[in-house]
């Protein structure tokens, strides 16, 4: 294996994946902050560094088109998009899952306007999360990049067939250069072998992909979607589990931070982890027995994981980069529901925080850990919710 | 070249009975002149709409070539992947060898043609994928109820046009899609009417063997839309030709020319008829009659017909 | 109507997928018919235009001659008649 880091950005570290990948199709519309993946793409194009057939198309909607069609038609087909391109591409989003493809797409978290803004926030992918996708969710440069081969394995996988978001968020981890340990061609080709779905209109006898489905046969074709996304977890396992056996590289659906002996956490996903993990060692020189819990997959959502794990601790925050207007933000509210059945539940609190590229910083950090023990020791702010460093 | 129909006979059709489409509706007779006219083995994708739903209601498919359907506004963009993938896989080496010599047609409306699927329709031939788009035009949106597009003709009653105390029914002219398309320079594109089926055969092959993307707008009556007798779409091919309201024109590397009855017309070898001989076939124009006859109506509709009429000779080199 | 067991959804393919390429030929639409197409073979100079021209592939040929309709699809529509050059398909109203 190469032990040989490079110094990549997010968004480099998925244009690398996708080459090593080498999709046979790959259909592209640039948005920011996305668009270093495709430039970076289009480059290894250009040197024949790739097999692959580059569609530049001229929106996001014919992006996730042509790469449905591309996919029915028997390739391994990858697009990249963010914020309003997720959205421009919705219909067809909806679609690619409903026609199991195993379709592996980069999202690079933006904010989804308006008032129009270019940087991170997971607006974009959680409007997405009952779309039949499966949504993984990276931390830094190096989880994008080893996530991308999982994700295919997952995709591709028979007993789930349905396509993967490979979410890393905007300019945060897109644009910020770390070091990142690649893999060699020759391993990640044997790591995601050959093709095992079939081309279905090249296939012997002539297919019809997508026909009308009425009342008498929609459901049962959703009731399979419902079923497929029960086996993603041990899927995700064993792939993960083989990843770490032949890479060294440990990888887990819930990724606990210094939790042994703590009593209280805060949950949540990406970059913000990042410096969550940093706010925690600072608060450990401190004697707070404080911990993370980070869970990578948001879509299938890990309900009986999360609540084992968190079961353990006296009190959560929960940090959601997203509101869910008039309701729960997303994290927050599938952490209720996760917990709505359990015995013994911990005080919970949610935050939003860092909408729109606002910076979350190691101060705020420390606020939400000063609640946190609050939390942990009062109780009274149980429920409630609350937008970090807003004016 | 003529087509002798007794060599067609014995051959399996693209599209077998059992669909939903209306009685009479002449659409899957234009799918049937499209595909056979080649031996190429052929993959079809489809946009939303009449063709699509009605011939593949879960659990059936009247398809015996491999289809795909995608949505409403992408056809266009839906065949860019599959050539896209069939390109890919030619040179992996993983395309099966019947494969390898097939051809790409995409089928769609007028609503998801000359409307909502226009974008997507423009950047695959930008793109100079290899494949024939075919629009049925049935001049509206006739599967969710006969409303107007931007391919409905001047005057015609539609449900979102309806003819009122205030209303003739729609008052703008149809969008130019066979120039739109032109414009993309593509190397080949036509517009057809299915009761030529010589002339809709000869394009239809050109087409789909032409190396690039190619184009053909069919004329496409459509009986409740229209409101006419199930049994007269073809005959109102026949007149929609004869009076230029659908002129048969063929774009050839940027070569305009007109073809069959049109290029009779415009040689002064056939009269052309006025156009009320069309509008009166027709329950959509049906105000323009009666209860009285609007002539000054009728007359915009003249003028603007033979405004286009005048440009697609003027395109293929007659002088009057 | 062709009877049709509905199946559940472990013994259907996923994603919508129909494997059976123009099984639409079992399923009936001859029901739709109020006028029915009559083939006089006598007057009939196989020219095929009715076979070209019918939307619902619902002419029946045999040895290269027409030798009447599927009943059990063709709608009734009367562009075959409408088509025919010798009158030799004549369309008189359905009986039920």
Known sequence: ?391 | MAVILKNEINKQVPLNGGHRMCPGCPVPVIVKQVLMSTDHPKIVANATGCLEVATTIYPYTSWNVPWIHNAFENAGATISGVVAAYEAMKRSGELPEKNKDAKFIAFGGDGGTYDIGLQSLSGALERGHNFLYVCYDNEGYMNTGIQRSSATPIGANTTTTPVGKKSWGKTQPRKDLLSIVAAHHIPYAASVAPHDYNDSMAKSKKAIEVNGPSFLVYFSPCIPGWKIASDVSFELSKIAVQTCFWPLVEIENGEWSLTGDSKRIAEGKKEKLPIEDFLKTQGRFKHLFKPKLQEDVLKIIQNDIDKSWNFYKKMAGYTD | MSKEIKKGWKEIPIGGLLLDAGNSREYETGTWRTFKPIHNAEKCINCYFCWEFCPDNSILIKDDKVVGMNYFQCKGCGVCAAVCPTKAIEMVKEEK
């Not at chain 1, 014919?62 to 990858?78: D, Y």
């Not at chain 1, 129009?116 to 959680?126: R, Y």
């Not at chain 1, 890479?247 to 939790?259: A, N, S, V």
């Not at chain 1, 968190?310 to 927050?332: E, M, N, Q, T, V």
């Open chain 1, 1 to 391: 294996m190469t032990t040989k880091y490079e110094a990549l950005t997010g968004a480099e570290a998925a244009a690398l994946a996708m080459k090593q990948i080498n999709p046979d199709v790959v259909a592209v519309y640039p948005i920011t902050p996305q668009t270093p993946i495709v430039m970076k793409f289009s480059e290894y194009v250009a040197n024949g560094e790739v097999d692959t057939e580059m569609v530049r198309v001229e929106s996001e909607h014919s992006a996730m088109s042509a790469t449905v069609g591309a996919a029915g038609a028997g390739a391994r087909a990858m697009t990249a998009t963010a914020a309003n391109g997720l959205a421009l591409m919705w219909e067809i989003v909806y679609i690619a899952a409903s026609t199991r493809l195993p379709i592996v797409m980069g999202l690079v978290n933006r904010a989804l306007s308006g008032p129009i803004n270019i940087h991170c926030d997971h607006s974009d992918s959680m409007g997405a999360r009952d779309s039949g996708w499966i949504q993984i969710y990276s931390e830094n440069a190096q989880e994008v990049y080893d996530n991308y081969f999982m994700a295919l394995r997952i995709a591709e996988h028979k007993d789930v067939l349905l396509p993967v978001m490979v979410c890393q968020d905007g300019f945060i981890t897109s644009h910020s250069v770390e070091n990142v340990l690649p893999l060699e061609d020759a391993q990640v080709k044997k790591f995601i072998g050959k093709k095992n779905f079939k081309g279905l209109l090249t296939s012997e006898k002539p297919y019809t992909i997508g026909p009308l489905d009425l009342q008498d046969y929609y459901m049962e074709h959703k009731m399979q979607q419902h079923d497929a996304m029960k086996h993603v977890i041990p899927v995700i396992e064993k792939i993960q589990k083989e990843y770490a056996e032949t890479f060294d590289r440990k990888y887990e659906i819930i990724e606990e931070y210094r939790t042994d002996d703590a009593d209280m956490v805060i949950v949540g996903m990406s970059s913000v982890m990042g410096t969550v993990k940093d706010v925690i060692d600072m608060m450990r020189e401190e004697g707070i027995k404080v911990g993370a819990v980070k869970p990578r997959l948001f879509r299938p959502f890990p309900a009986e994981k999360i609540k084992n794990v968190l079961s353990k601790f006296k009190a959560i925050i929960i940090l959601d980069r997203s509101d869910s207007f008039g309701s729960f933000p997303p994290l927050y509210g599938e952490i209720l529901a996760s917990f709505f059945a359990a015995e013994k539940k911990p005080y919970i609190k949610s935050f939003i925080h860092g909408l729109g590229g606002r910076d979350t910083n190691v101060e705020m950090i420390k606020e939400v850990i000063s609640e946190l023990q609050k939390l942990r020791d009062t109780g009274e702010s149980n429920f409630t919710i609350d937008y970090l460093g807003v004016r």
